[in-house]
């Protein structure tokens, strides 16, 4: 029963630095999202996918690299990392639809010194 | 373009009163979904309630419910006799079918504290 899983729950990076974010689902969903979630802005939405081999820039896509490469998997990078970048990043993923809700992952708080 | 406004940073609420908090929305999409997390000081996200723009009625779970208006475009939602373990941000959110791509984009969130 795990749901969305996000991984890793916790890192710290220097400027410059790369990493990815891998989201993984198992519920057959075919939309899946990446936010992330800023003290008074809520949840912004960076990119999303509605579907294997598809992505789409959402609000604040700058920065950030996205692949879904198999259904259950969706992938974010970080090419140079910069302190603008310190956040909580969540994945999410729904069934196709206006109708029905997103599941979310517990969260990777991500800190750029 | 699609937007969630939620004017509230932050509500306070006696335990066992009701509390609405306030939450309207720009679309062009003739049909899309709304809905309200919680998200808990742990930080995980919490779905709570649902509303379709062609709903009829007000959707309703136990001791939530949702005030949809739409020509005013909003979509409050109602906690009925608060409890202690509400406290928490609560967040508005909504995805449209045409122009909106199918995107789920979110308000800035209310912070809700339940006050014994």
């Known amino acids: 029963n795990a749901g969305v899983t996000q991984t890793p729950k916790f890192r710290v990076l220097k400027t410059g630095q790369s990493m990815t974010l891998l989201c993984a689902q198992d519920?057959?969903?075919?939309?899946m999202y990446w936010y992330r979630q800023d003290p008074g802005m809520g949840l912004r939405l960076i990119h999303y996918s509605v579907g294997e081999g598809t992505t789409a820039k959402g609000e604040v896509p700058d920065g950030y690299n996205v692949s879904r490469l198999k259904k259950q998997n969706f992938l974010l990078g970080l090419e140079s990392a910069a302190p603008s970048q310190t956040s909580v990043y969540f994945c999410a993923s729904s069934f196709q639809g206006a109708n029905t809700e997103a599941f979310f992952g517990q969260g990777t708080r991500l800190t750029v010194v | 373009a699609q937007k969630i406004t939620q004017t509230q940073p932050g509500m306070f609420v006696q335990e066992k009163e009701a509390v609405t908090l306030d939450c309207t929305y720009d679309t062009s999409d003739p049909s899309y979904g709304l809905f309200w997390y919680k998200q808990p000081s742990s930080g995980e996200m919490i779905f709570l309630i649902y509303q379709g723009s062609y709903d009829q009625q007000n959707a309703t779970e136990g001791r939530y419910s949702l005030n949809f208006q739409k020509a005013r475009k909003s979509a409050n939602l109602v906690i009925s006799a608060s409890q202690l373990g509400d406290s928490a941000m609560y967040f508005c959110?909504?995805?449209?079918?045409?122009?909106?791509?199918?995107?789920?984009?979110f308000g800035a969130g209310t912070r809700l504290f339940v006050k014994a």
């Open positions: 519920m057959n969903h075919e939309y």
């Open positions: 959110a909504m995805r449209g079918v045409n122009t909106g791509g199918f995107k789920t984009i």
